[in-house]
């Protein structure tokens, strides 16, 4: 394997270029069985005095039962260079083809979670808290019809970065 660890403090790469321009991918699950998804969508802080990833997932994606049902999950990011993976990794369902092997990626087991060898930067997080979208808190009018037409609301999901791996 080719990562090293590192502190959070430590990367410098902008937090809204990597998740919302060259998106990341979420993984779940254990050796036996797991799924990764697209995200595009999340951020990272301090939250509860502990750094903290925060990312959001449809109760129909099928990731979602993984990250239901375990208490790790990782993010791992790639700086745009994976478009074409990420895309279909966004796009199709784990349900249907084994995205993985479709996407040229390689998992590999960081402990008791799954992260992707391809990533640049990889974030493996403990689950903290979770909180579904609730739209009677919308401001702004235009998220409900523009982010929500099937009313498929997200569950966040806040995790505790417990281990930061960059690749050397």
């Not at 430590?10 to 990764?36: F, P, Y």
Request: net charge neutral.
């Amino acid at each position: 394997m080719q990562f090293q660890e590192t502190n959070i403090r430590e990367v410098r790469d902008s937090v809204v270029k990597l998740i919302s321009d060259d998106w990341a991918l979420v993984t779940a699950g254990n050796q036996e069985k797991w799924n990764t998804m697209t995200v595009s969508w999340g951020g990272l802080g301090e939250l509860w005095g502990k750094d903290v990833a925060f990312i959001f997932i449809r109760p129909q994606r099928y990731t979602y039962e993984f990250i239901e049902r375990e208490n790790y999950f990782t993010m791992s990011f790639f700086g745009g260079e994976q478009k074409k993976a990420l895309s279909l990794c966004g796009s199709k369902s784990g349900r249907d083809i084994d995205k993985a092997k479709e996407a040229g990626l390689t998992p590999f087991f960081v402990g008791p979670a799954v992260a992707i060898e391809e990533a640049k930067l990889v974030l493996v997080c403990r689950k903290l808290a979770f909180q579904d979208i609730n739209p009677a808190g919308f401001i702004d009018s235009s998220i409900d019809p523009s982010c929500y037409a099937a009313k498929d609301y997200h569950r966040m999901y806040v995790g505790a970065i417990e281990r930061v791996l960059v690749k050397k």
